[in-house]
């Protein structure tokens, strides 16, 4: 388990505030955010190679902050890997083993049995990272940290390795803490996502309701939302839940309604491209609120989906259909269309 | 259509200046070591005297050289990380000898080591008086050349990463033991350079030497000796012998930075 009670750490001019998440003994957590935000200090203040400036991290329960890395038995990996040139890729991996056939063990379930007796210098950045996954691996931690671990692995390898290190982490009952800008990654493997930005955690939840539903505007830009909108949100009435209230929204030339727990003012729209329905023609009456009419800037085909801008007064909504609806329709540029969402894909924060 | 004349004129004057300073570095070494290379190659099979200097030189300037790797690399780390209080003042210190004129290190060192001193006569009581002995000369050769090794290893150490060795304590070493295991051998090759500009220095050091110890003569002193007592043609085979051993750690460097430079490349 890792918990971390308002952590603070500087790293020069850049400092990390108030952190605090707790990360379950053998979960999966994801760190995310911008270049910059803090991803790398969040991850060296639990490892204790920076110092903490402020606040605890507590590990297994126990209070970690002022224990020296080499007492807290963290496995740490970052993106350079970090292998030592002096040493051969075999005495890397059983650098902090118990004993070589651990090391040898590791190295085979990762695939760096087949590099073990080559230098360091001769790896291509892909195998330099699975020989200091290995490393880490190697002397059994219990808590493993990765700062972008499978960034320089070409697709196949990194499939390979992303499930192998699945099964160790879920047959050793590891709690794993993984810096990524891969979405997918995320969404497949984490239990929790945090998104770190300046130096503060601005969301943390599942993954899937970190992309659904972005904390704020910064959160939703970052995430690569199809649609952020900046106005007012203001509140109308309660549906349901006391908490629940129906939303209308103003900004960026759009009118839109939605539902929510926003408590009105300035605030963000943010619509999944994925939720946008278009047609030809204004559909018959129905249940959705939000019905828009436009002209089609581009239709910019992604495999068997199609991305489609359209222009709605001075703003671009983005569609994401298939591209089979996309030549049904007929859509191409200048064409007019109605866009339509309903007022619950519209997600406001 | 005027910028070819100005760009030849540039050219000749960027050569011709550089050819001017090679000509001043290369002729009088060119000069010593062709009127007195051979003589002094012969005198050393039959120059008693001058074989003794030579080994009392290279005694001297090894074991100051060797002393200073065991002191100087601790601080060396500590200043290229950062983690002594007032770094910036110790490392202006360190570096202080090296502006001195030698004569003047030489006085210093008499004045803070001679018997007259506390720490003389403590070092006298124990056989190890600086005045016209081997330790004085090995300490005037530490104090004017240490500097050299420290700072050049400093900036050694430096280069290396220090996420290495926040990687080796992940891995279950401690503090020290990373430096040991990783940063050390990582720093290698310059603290090994490190080593041989300093120990070049010490072998060629006169000033500071020749206040505290005339006897027993190093190299630099019995040329300096020769030439006062018996003029040039006395002097040149022992001066023309140091030229040519100061060839040696030049070419130790050299091959040293090729090697580091296609390591680099590799890495």
């Known amino acids: 388990m890792i918990a971390l009670e308002r952590l603070s750490s500087r790293a020069g001019t850049f400092e990390l505030r108030d952190v605090s998440v707790v990360l379950p003994k053998g979960a999966w957590g994801i760190v995310l955010g911008p270049a910059g935000s803090g991803k790398t200090t969040l991850l060296e203040t639990i490892a204790g190679v920076r110092d903490a400036s402020g606040g605890r991290v507590l590990l297994r329960g126990a209070d970690a902050t002022a224990l020296p890395p080499e007492c807290r038995h963290i496995g740490m990996v970052y993106q350079h890997g970090y292998l030592f040139p002096h040493l051969t890729v075999e005495q890397n991996i059983s650098y902090g083993a118990a004993d070589v056939r651990a090391a040898r063990e590791m190295a085979t379930r990762l695939g760096a049995d087949a590099f073990a007796g080559r230098a360091v210098t001769s790896l291509s950045g892909g195998e330099r990272q699975i020989v200091a996954l290995a490393r880490a691996l190697a002397p059994n931690p219990d808590i493993l940290l990765l700062d972008e671990p499978f960034a320089a692995l070409d697709p196949r390898r990194r499939v390979r390795v992303r499930s192998e290190l699945r099964r160790l982490q879920r047959e050793r009952g590891t709690t794993v803490l993984h810096v990524t800008h891969d979405f997918v990654e995320a969404g497949t493997l984490g239990d929790l996502a945090m998104v770190l930005d300046n130096g503060r955690l601005s969301q943390v939840g599942t993954p899937e309701a970190v992309f659904r539903k972005p904390a704020s505007g910064a959160v939703a830009d970052f995430i690569g939302a199809d649609n952020v909108y900046s106005g007012t949100i203001v509140r109308s009435g309660v549906i349901e839940a006391p908490e629940m209230g129906t939303l209308s929204f103003s900004g960026n030339g759009l009118e839109l309604a939605g539902v929510g727990d926003h408590p009105g003012g300035a605030g963000h729209a943010v619509i999944r491209g994925e939720d946008v329905v278009l047609a030809r023609r204004q559909p018959n009456p129905s249940s959705v609120r939000n019905v828009l009419h436009g002209r089609i800037v581009e239709v910019a085909p992604d495999g068997v989906l199609a991305r489609v801008a359209i222009a709605i007064g001075s703003t671009t909504l983005v569609a994401i259909i298939t591209q089979a609806s996309a030549t049904e329709l007929g859509l191409a540029q200048g064409e007019s269309v109605v866009a339509s969402v309903k007022a619950t894909a519209v997600h406001l924060c | ?267």
């Open chain 2, 1 to 267: 259509m005027s910028v070819r004349p100005a760009h030849r004129i540039a050219t000749i004057g960027v050569v011709s200046g550089a050819v001017l300073l090679i000509a001043l570095l290369a002729l009088p070494v060119g000069a010593l070591v062709i009127r007195g290379g051979v003589d002094g190659l012969r005198q050393l099979g039959s120059d008693i005297e001058l074989r003794r200097s030579l080994t009392l030189t290279a005694f001297t300037a090894t074991t100051a050289t060797l002393v200073t790797i065991l002191l100087g690399t601790p601080l060396a780390y500590l200043l290229a990380r950062d983690r002594l209080p007032g770094g910036s003042f110790i490392d202006a210190l360190v570096e202080l000898p090296l502006l001195i004129p030698h004569p003047v290190a030489g006085i210093a060192l008499l004045l803070a080591f001679g018997r007259a001193s506390p720490a003389g006569a403590a070092l006298a009581r124990i056989g190890l008086g600086i005045v016209g002995s081997p330790v004085g000369i090995g300490l005037a050769m530490l104090f004017v050349a240490a500097p050299l090794y420290v700072s050049a290893a400093r900036e050694s150490i430096g280069r290396v990463d220090r996420r290495y060795e926040d990687v080796a304590r992940t891995l279950g070493d401690s503090h020290w033991r990373a430096v040991r295991r990783v940063t050390l051998p990582l720093a290698g090759r310059g603290l090994f350079a490190a080593a041989v500009v300093m120990w070049a220095r010490a072998v060629s050091e006169f000033g500071a030497i020749v206040i505290l110890t005339y006897n027993p003569k190093v190299a630099s002193v019995l040329s300096y000796d020769r030439f006062t007592a018996f003029g040039l043609d006395a002097a040149l085979p022992v001066a023309a012998v140091l030229v040519l051993l100061a060839l040696v750690p030049l070419l130790v460097l050299r091959s040293l930075r090729a090697n580091t430079r296609s390591i680099e490349q590799l890495t």
